[in-house]
């Protein structure tokens, strides 16, 4: 059986309800089944608390089409019945399957190519092994999304869970309230988690580095792949040449990012903040697998674009929530 792989995550966000609405009419078919499943903790949580992760589900369902099911156990004030950490606001918890090889994973990657940030992330993939052999680890739902375990295999895939402690707002409709977290924005993060967005040092390996599919496309410099946790490597679809954003790089989760303009995927939280939901962060979960949906432009821009334009050239204040990385078997959840 796999390993439950915990991650520990914050704050992040997505675009406004009108933006998630025009995608659900844009899109043809939503083969993708995030499928939700409360802990009895659950039934103590606000009103607000479920719909809010499940609006969050239905973003991801959306805007990405892979014909699978990812089975997600949400936790209010836990995770898989265990409390979260004092300082956590949110973590993930992973099932992962037995490790593969690169050229497993290369080839998965490369038939699972469907649009162009597929076809030009694929093309910097060389033949023979750029990590010297190293094991490669990733989620269930990645390898549903990949085509390496069945797309509808049963069984929990992963478990998220949300502080009771601090203030929440849960309203769609009013995300950027002060002094309260964004619930919706988190849960995304702690999703896409679940989905596969991790990889070196999060991945359950310990002092024996392995991979994920996300370190391929993790540099340090053009052409030089990044092999160990180092503060600046940054994310890059073309060999290193053009950087879409910088990993974080310090106690955080490695493959959140730094946090240099407010992004659904930083390594810190802010209250009373919306982080959108940024076309880095959509190409990020594109080329790790996902399917995304064709947008018309309109719906497209609309989707990405809300809050963006308002942030350029905004610089994120790295202050509040640190997030941490755990792994452990079953029920033992080691902190680094």
Not at 169 to 174: K, L, V
Not at 241 to 257: K, L, P, Q
Not at 305 to 321: D, F, I, K, P, Q
Request: hydrophobic fraction near 40%; aromatic fraction near 8%; charged fraction near 15%.
């Amino acid at each position: 059986m796999g390993k439950k792989i915990a991650k520990t995550r914050r704050l992040l966000a997505m675009a406004a309800g009108s933006a998630l609405a025009l995608a659900a009419s844009a899109a043809t078919a939503q083969a993708l089944v995030i499928q939700l499943t409360p802990d009895a903790s659950a039934a103590s949580a606000p009103a607000g608390f479920l719909p809010a992760v499940q609006y969050a589900a239905t973003f991801l369902q959306t805007v990405y089409d892979d014909p699978i099911t990812i089975n997600i156990d949400v936790g209010w004030g836990e995770i898989d019945g265990n409390p979260l950490r004092a300082a956590d606001i949110g973590q993930s918890l992973t099932n992962q399957p037995a490790s593969f090889n690169y050229a497993q994973v290369r080839a998965a990657l490369i038939g699972d190519a469907k649009s162009p940030d597929d076809t030009q992330s694929t093309s910097t993939l060389p033949v023979a092994d750029p990590t010297g052999g190293r094991a490669f680890q990733m989620s269930n739902g990645e390898a549903k999304a990949l085509g390496l375990i069945g797309g509808n295999a049963p069984g929990t895939d992963g478990w998220v869970g949300f502080a009771s402690t601090v203030s929440w707002t849960f309203d769609p409709n009013s995300r950027a309230v002060p002094g309260e977290y964004d619930l919706i924005g988190i849960a995304l993060h702690e999703l896409t988690e679940v989905m596969g967005r991790y990889g070196i040092s999060q991945n359950g390996c310990g002092a024996l580095i392995c991979d994920s599919p996300i370190d391929l496309f993790r540099y340090s410099a053009p052409g030089t792949l990044a092999q160990d946790r180092v503060a600046g490597t940054y994310f890059s679809i073309d060999g290193g040449v053009t950087s879409i954003n910088v990993f974080d790089g310090a106690t955080g989760d490695f493959s959140d990012w730094f946090g240099n303009t407010f992004d659904a995927f930083n390594a810190d939280a802010t209250s009373g903040q919306v982080e959108p939901f940024s076309a880095g962060d959509a190409t990020v979960m594109d080329v790790i697998g996902y399917d995304p949906v064709p947008l018309p432009e309109p719906a497209a821009l609309t989707l990405l674009g809300t809050g963006l334009l308002a942030l350029s050239g905004a610089r994120r204040s790295r202050t509040l929530v640190k997030i941490f990385c755990a792994l452990g078997a079953r029920g033992l959840h080691l902190g680094r």
